[in-house]
């Protein structure tokens, strides 16, 4: 985390820069609209980028930049905040894309797919302090969640 809310805006700024130059290299992508600034899906369902592809499906993307996993290969799995539920209970995304800026490399994360892996999983995962936003949350070992097909590395 940064040292104030504003500079961990400003870093998450990079992941989403990052995903969206990768989102639109990719031949199936038709058109990405930025939604960051648009209060239905900012506040509302947790959304940066609607994504249509050539067959006209959409997708809703969350990204998040994290400059701790190259360290711990854990994912952190929000629960709650002070405030509110939690990113991953909160979002109305299909996919959360993660940026590890010193991987180089983004974790394509299906929303519905890590939900039932917590689902089935709680029990055996430790609930932990996330930071200074008073959030709490599960740190989960990417190579598991992989495994498991919750989610996909992308090497940039």
Same mark, same amino acid.
């Given at each position: 985390?940064?040292?104030?809310?504003?500079?961990?805006?400003?870093?998450?700024?990079?992941?989403?820069?990052?995903?969206?130059?990768?989102?639109?290299?990719?031949?199936?992508?038709?058109?990405?609209?930025?939604?960051? &600034?648009?209060?239905?899906?900012?506040? @509302?369902? !947790?959304?940066? =980028?609607?994504?249509?592809?050539?067959? /006209?499906? %959409?997708? +809703?993307?969350?990204?998040?930049?994290?400059?701790?996993?190259?360290?711990?290969?854990?994912?952190?799995?929000?629960?709650?905040?002070?405030?509110? &539920?939690?990113?991953?209970?909160?979002? @109305?995304? !299909?996919?959360? =894309?993660?940026?590890?800026?010193?991987? /180089?490399? %983004?974790? +394509?994360?299906?929303?519905?797919?890590?939900?039932?892996?917590?689902?089935?999983?709680?029990?055996?995962?430790?609930?932990?302090?996330?930071?200074?936003?008073?959030?709490?949350?599960?740190?989960?070992?990417?190579?598991?969640?992989?495994?498991?097909?919750?989610?996909?590395? %992308?090497?940039?």
């Amino acid at each position: 985390m940064g040292k104030t809310f504003w500079e961990d805006v400003e870093r998450g700024a990079l992941g989403e820069s990052v995903v969206w130059n990768y989102l639109s290299s990719l031949d199936n992508i038709r058109s990405i609209i930025d939604v960051r &600034k648009d209060k239905r899906y900012f506040n @509302k369902e !947790d959304v940066d =980028f609607l994504v249509q592809t050539w067959k /006209n499906d %959409i997708y +809703k993307i969350e990204i998040k930049t994290d400059f701790k996993a190259h360290e711990t290969n854990n994912l952190f799995y929000e629960i709650k905040t002070l405030t509110d &539920k939690g990113c991953f209970d909160r979002t @109305k995304s !299909d996919i959360i =894309f993660y940026y590890i800026p010193q991987l /180089n490399q %983004i974790l +394509k994360v299906g929303v519905d797919r890590i939900r039932k892996y917590i689902t089935n999983n709680s029990n055996n995962l430790k609930v932990i302090n996330g930071g200074d936003y008073g959030t709490t949350g599960y740190l989960i070992n990417i190579d598991m969640l992989e495994k498991s097909n919750v989610l996909k590395k %992308i090497q940039l």
